[in-house]
């Protein structure tokens, strides 16, 4: 059996997100597998026709990502750290119950549920706990609004929401497709491809994503309360406030918390896979409506994580996003105000500082011999020119070393 060039080439750089797309479009040459130490990779078992070569080649996020200035992005303001926009602004769902168990403001929630509820869509394409393996992720279809927010909050673990993605478009009901920035990616390549997906896709919404850690960061939160990760029979990352607590439960009653700074910073981010340190796009400048917190900042500069009532940054980007976030206000669903794109920067350091450091992070990648995804379109070169010399020198020293060390 030949072996995808294209399949070949993203695991020589450690470049698969996961999403799942390579599958999806391969007919049942390609399942998504779990490999150690917790990521989605692909696995090829059957020959891959040259036409579907093809599509994988032109819309898989680890070879190629979703530009930003697509005819879609025409009308927008293109800013190089938070990508295009037609509005930013801040937000909160204005019920009370999608606010509190949503990330930040349940600002992605209270738009979903605004779609199925007004007719836009039939059904929303999301994430939501395994119910086996509640630290694991299942791709859910959800009609009601009760199952949306049933499925609400951040899940920081493998998932694969275009695994399917022939059998939701043959299925042909118009879905709100919600998933990472690289995920929004794919579906935006692939409807270059098959005019389908905007059919049945009609509303994309994504997120800010700090990188994908490995079911291993979970586990590790899960012992540092000194439980067991395989007795659990329920874990939430976030939600139920804002940011919310980790909480973890397992079978004989047992349970334990963490704070929000000590779960993603002591752990989580720790498990991130290569994929995601280079990332050129991880506000999801691709989508139609892309959310993020709205953090608000201490007196270091650095954003304060204490509990509070939750906020949603909320960037519109496309002429679909600006109608459905104008009918999600008028409907009362959601209060918004006006933000300085500027702004953000404070709310969202790490994410500015990533951005600053992918040319020197891949820069360090060729140098070496390893692929990279395109990146045209994404304003890395412009985004660079805003870090200090010596920072990118040491981003690219250390990268080169974590290559050299297979530690990617």
Known sequence: MKTSPA???????????????????????????????????????????????????????????????????????????????????????????????????????????????????????HVAPDPARPTRNLITISDTPEDVLAGSGSRYAASSPLERIE??????????????????SALRRLARKDERVDHVFPIKLSFFCGGLPSHAGADRITRAMGLDPERLVHFRYRGEGWPGLTVARDDQGNSGKMLYEDSWGGHLSKEVQFRCKICPDAVGGTADIACADAWYGGESGYPQFEEA?????????????????????????????SLPVGEIDLMQPSQARRKRRVAARTFAARALARPVPAMDGLLVGKAATREKIAAQLKEAIGTARRIVMKRT
């Open 309 to 337: 009532d939750g906020r949603s940054l909320i960037m519109s980007r496309t002429a679909v996003g600006d109608a459905l976030l104008d009918a999600v206000v008028q409907a009362g669903a959601m209060e918004v105000s």
């Open 7 to 125: 399949l070949q080439r993203v695991e020589k750089g450690s470049l698969c997100s996961g999403c799942g797309l390579c599958a999806g479009v391969s007919d049942g040459a390609i399942a998504m597998i779990t490999r150690a130490p917790g990521y989605s990779r692909p696995l090829q078992t059957a020959p891959i026709p040259d036409k579907t070569e093809a599509i994988i080649r032109e819309c898989c996020p680890g070879l190629e990502i979703a530009r930003w200035d697509e005819p879609i992005f025409a009308d927008t303001t293109v800013e190089p750290s938070w990508g295009p926009y037609r509005r930013c602004l801040t937000g909160f769902a204005t019920d009370p119950e999608v606010r509190h168990r949503g990330s930040s403001g349940g600002a992605i929630s209270a738009l979903a549920i605004h779609a199925l509820k007004s007719g836009l869509v039939e059904r929303v394409l």
């Open 167 to 184: 059998d939701h478009l043959s299925g042909g009901r118009p879905t709100v497709f919600i998933g990472k920035p690289c995920d929004v």
